[in-house]
């Protein structure tokens, strides 16, 4: 082999370390193309497309659909950080998921609930998600909305707030457990149309919201 392709070798080597190496910085594993784009500051369209493609056959990145990669297997993937990547923009978990979760209600859902700007059903692999559009003046309100492991997650009341924008008759079948006070200051302070019918404190256990 001459010195010249040799020193082809070594450079694509140390390119592709380089890059791998800023991933492992920023601490993510889900990337859009224009976020790998961005990090590794590649302005020309078909050599992007070009390394992905090489990098996917090297096993070094998975791809999920077109213009979305993983470092990880999609299976070995958070569903609810992959909903929340595949979205693209401000989001959060909320309503359905929540309440499944906190067992406030107990029918299943076969869906991860989101809200963002907005509407839209899709499914990644076996994973199935619904986000319901919400007007920015209620979106970007953060009462009652967390940050956990990279994901934006309501709390139980912010998720019943939202639930009842949504639909004012929404059933909950563990309603004893849920903090009306506290479901009411959330839906003052996002300004959320209040439901009066549903704040009957008498029959309110305490819970953490």
Not at 55 to 73: C, H, M, N, V
Request: glycine content about 4%.
């Amino acid at each position: 082999m001459s010195t010249e392709k040799i020193n082809v070798k070594l450079n694509n080597i140390h390119n592709k370390s380089q890059r791998f190496a800023e991933i492992a910085k920023l601490g993510e594993v889900i990337f859009h193309t224009k976020d790998l784009a961005n990090l590794w500051q590649i302005k020309n369209t078909n050599t992007l497309h070009t390394t992905l493609k090489r990098y996917t056959k090297a096993g070094l990145l998975f791809r999920i659909y077109k213009g979305f990669y993983s470092i990880k297997p999609i299976d070995n993937l958070d569903p609810l950080l992959l909903g929340s990547k595949a979205l693209h923009e401000f989001c959060y978990i909320t309503t359905e998921t929540v309440l499944q979760n906190e067992g406030i209600i107990l029918q299943s859902s076969n869906k991860i609930t989101f809200v963002s700007s907005k509407s839209k059903k899709f499914s990644i692999g076996k994973h199935n998600y619904y986000s319901r559009k919400l007007v920015d003046k209620y979106l970007y309100n953060p009462i009652g909305v967390h940050f956990v492991n990279g994901i934006k997650i309501a709390t139980l009341s912010r998720a019943i707030a939202d639930m009842l924008y949504f639909n004012s008759n929404a059933y909950f079948d563990a309603e004893k457990f849920i903090n009306w006070k506290e479901v009411k200051k959330i839906q003052e302070a996002v300004g959320y149309p209040l439901i009066l019918k549903c704040y009957d404190f008498t029959k309110s256990k305490r819970r953490k919201a």
